[in-house]
């Protein structure tokens, strides 16, 4: 029985393609290409990287891809612990995908929307307290303001032995009661400060077509991180900074605001990518892992 990297090799010949254009149509480099046609598999980067050279080269040449991942999985043979390292990721990745679906933040910056709603309550409930404390008169208020109403004081009367006529007494009443009541001073309460709105924002959709590891962080915070096993697609918003870093980079496809940009690599290749309001802003390579 043929080996998958002679098999993979007939069904290129078979098909007239070179290395170099099998290199060009799957960006995998020719030295890892000849490698796995050899199955010398020790010089090629494992894990999920393998199993992405395996499954775009199987798709180039017209093998059934997963047919290729079984004989290369049984021809290597996999230890308990790698297979068991290789299951949790792939239940790391279903616990965040269904953590996504619950993730309102896709549609509504809900955490932004709350905290703006209890901003508002609380300046109300400030509002309202300072209010009553305002409108309560004060006991030093109460005696120096001529304003406040004061209790009804008799009118003086002259004694008996300087009384005056009856004409005398009543223009006495009217004079006190045209006396003008003095003006009390009058306290408002300031307005409370509304709350501050949510800046704009901005989103970075991430399709991964290729097994590969992902750590995005959205304004300083990390949000994802571990290996997600394709097809999946993950969107983040931030508002001033969105950082990727992809070990399979040519394995993504990027929208930076429902707009598609071009690869920003190729299959296996470690790569970091900045993404600001304005768009990409760095992209940071690193060489991949040396066998």
Request: net charge negative.
């Amino acid at each position: 029985m043929a080996s998958l990297g002679a098999e993979l090799k007939q069904a290129r010949e078979q098909r007239g393609v070179t290395l170099e254009e099998l290199s060009q149509s799957t960006k995998i480099g020719t030295r890892l290409l000849r490698a796995l046609e050899q199955d010398h598999y020790d010089q090629l980067p494992g894990g999920i990287f393998t199993r992405g050279f395996i499954r775009a080269y199987a798709r180039a040449v017209g093998i059934d891809d997963e047919k290729a991942i079984a004989d290369y999985l049984a021809a290597t043979e996999p230890s308990h612990s790698e297979a068991q390292n290789d299951n949790n990721d792939a239940v790391l990745s279903r616990v965040v995908e269904q953590r996504e679906h619950h993730d309102a933040a896709q549609e509504l910056p809900w955490g932004w929307f709350a905290l703006a709603l209890v901003v508002v309550a609380l300046g109300l409930a400030g509002w309202g307290f300072y209010s009553r404390q305002s409108h309560k008169p004060s006991p030093a208020s109460a005696v120096s303001n001529p304003s406040a109403p004061q209790p009804a004081q008799p009118l003086p009367r002259p004694p008996a032995s300087q009384a005056v006529p009856a004409s005398s007494e009543k223009d006495h009443l009217l004079a006190v009661a045209k006396k003008p009541a003095g003006i009390g001073t009058a306290t408002t309460s300031a307005p409370p400060e509304s709350a501050a709105p949510a800046g704009p924002y901005f989103s970075v959709r991430v399709n991964v077509r290729e097994d590969s590891w992902l750590s995005i962080s959205s304004d300083g915070k990390t949000v994802l991180q571990g290996t997600f096993v394709a097809p999946v697609v993950k969107s983040v918003r931030a508002h001033s900074q969105i950082v990727v870093k992809a070990g399979n980079v040519g394995a993504l496809d990027f929208e930076f605001n429902g707009k598609p940009l071009p690869s920003q690599g190729s299959i296996g290749e470690i790569k970091s990518l900045v993404f600001g309001t304005d768009g990409l802003e760095v992209t940071e390579a690193t060489p991949a892992p040396q066998p």
